[in-house]
């Protein structure tokens, strides 16, 4: 009976440790996506906390007889009701900046207003991250700035 008893206590513990490590976020997410102004993109974010995250990436895009590349800075302010199955909040309001760096000035930089929502697969380390908002860009006139449209739709995983 004590062996009994002593096999359950150190059955039922690690059982439930493995469960939790299963569903646990990793802090670091490798993404790659397609996006306005990134372009076809490739980096890393790093979640500082529950509500908040930073992130980096390159990417180029096809032009009219080459490639424009791109680096971009973000950080994803997270809000409303934490994900039953995470125990972390998926709807976020992106702001973010892109550098291009063929460009000539003042044309280099883009500024980003979005929001958006993780979709997280089955296996909680991966899934895809989408969002829309709205993107400002200095023209070569300076009294000329344009308004773009901003849609990023990326797939995040975790190692």
């Given at each position: 009976m004590?062996q009994?008893?002593?096999?359950?206590?150190?059955?039922c513990?690690?059982?439930?440790?493995?469960?939790?490590?299963?569903?646990?976020q990793?802090?670091t997410?490798?993404v790659?996506?397609?996006?306005?102004?990134?372009?076809i993109?490739a980096?890393v974010?790093y979640?500082?906390?529950?509500?908040?995250?930073?992130?980096?990436?390159?990417?180029?895009?096809?032009?009219?007889?080459?490639?424009?590349?791109?680096l971009?800075?973000?950080?994803?302010?997270?809000?409303?009701n934490?994900?039953?199955?995470l125990?972390q909040?998926?709807?976020?309001?992106?702001?973010?900046?892109?550098?291009?760096?063929?460009a000539l000035?003042p044309?280099?930089?883009?500024?980003?207003?979005?929001?958006g929502?993780?979709?997280?697969?089955k296996?909680a380390?991966?899934?895809i991250?989408i969002?829309a908002?709205v993107?400002?860009?200095?023209?070569?006139?300076?009294?000329?700035?344009?308004?773009?449209?901003?849609?990023?739709?990326?797939?995040?995983?975790?190692?």
């Open positions: 004590k009994l008893l002593m096999i359950a206590l150190f059955v513990p690690s059982v439930q440790h493995a469960y939790t490590q299963e569903t646990k990793h802090k997410r490798f790659t996506g397609i996006s306005v102004p990134e372009l993109h980096g974010t979640r500082l906390a529950s509500w908040s995250q930073l992130g980096f990436n390159a990417g180029l895009g096809p032009t009219w007889g080459g490639v424009w590349p791109t971009s800075l973000e950080h994803r302010l997270y809000v409303g934490r994900h039953p199955r125990g909040k998926t709807w976020f309001c992106r702001q973010g900046g892109t550098y291009f760096t063929a000035p044309e280099q930089f883009a500024f980003d207003l979005s929001l929502k993780d979709l997280v697969f296996n380390r991966n899934g991250s969002d908002g993107g400002y860009l200095q023209r070569e006139n300076a009294d000329v700035s344009e308004f773009l449209p901003v849609l990023r739709f990326e797939f995040y995983f975790s190692l």
